[in-house]
């Protein structure tokens, strides 16, 4: 009877683990989208060659200045959205970064539909949250097409976020 017993809390134990594991599985939700604006005071600059526009803007505050997902294509315009994650670990955790666009000629001559790489946040309690997006910087960049933003983790898709650039 005892090591019927204590099978049985085994048992218990076990899928009251697995269960409160499984509830902590990162997640996403967009918050806000469309037309957004960003001051760069506290912010860093940075290269990266792998995106299609070199410069990354990072540590803006941003905020909505319109709700869509029809984008006019302007120069210096950042459409952008703005995302909670959670069931994250604690600390720093790479998410992975992906932007899908419509097909553009960059200046040394090549074509581009997107890029994707690393991008590090800080998770506090499990939750990360921020915005993301895209400046048209550049003329080349001014495209009208489908674009569309994802963040993963580990293989799995928490956020996505699509955009149509529409000729002003």
């Not at 204590?6 to 218990?12: A, E, K, P, T, Y």
């Not at 803007?57 to 909670?84: D, M, R």
Request: charged residues 15%; aromatic residues 14%.
């Amino acid at each position: 009877m005892k090591l019927v017993l204590s099978f049985l809390v085994f048992l218990i134990s076990f899928s009251c683990f697995a269960t409160s594991k499984s509830a902590v599985t990162p997640q996403g939700n967009v918050t806000e989208y469309g037309i957004f604006a960003y001051t760069r005071n506290g912010g860093t600059s940075w290269v990266n060659p792998i995106s299609t526009t070199p410069i990354i803007h990072e540590g803006t505050k941003s905020f909505l200045i319109k709700k869509s997902n029809q984008i006019p294509v302007i120069k210096s315009l950042y459409f952008a959205f703005s995302y909670k994650l959670s069931g994250l670990p604690d600390g720093e955790v790479l998410l992975d970064w992906r932007v899908i666009h419509p097909e553009m000629q960059k200046p040394d001559g090549t074509t581009s539909t997107g890029y994707s790489y690393k991008r590090p946040v800080t998770v506090k309690n499990g939750v990360t949250s921020g915005t993301s997006g895209y400046t048209f910087d550049e003329p080349y960049e001014m495209v009208s097409g489908e674009w569309q933003f994802i963040y993963s983790y580990k293989g799995q898709q928490l956020v996505s976020q699509k955009f149509f650039t529409v000729e002003s």
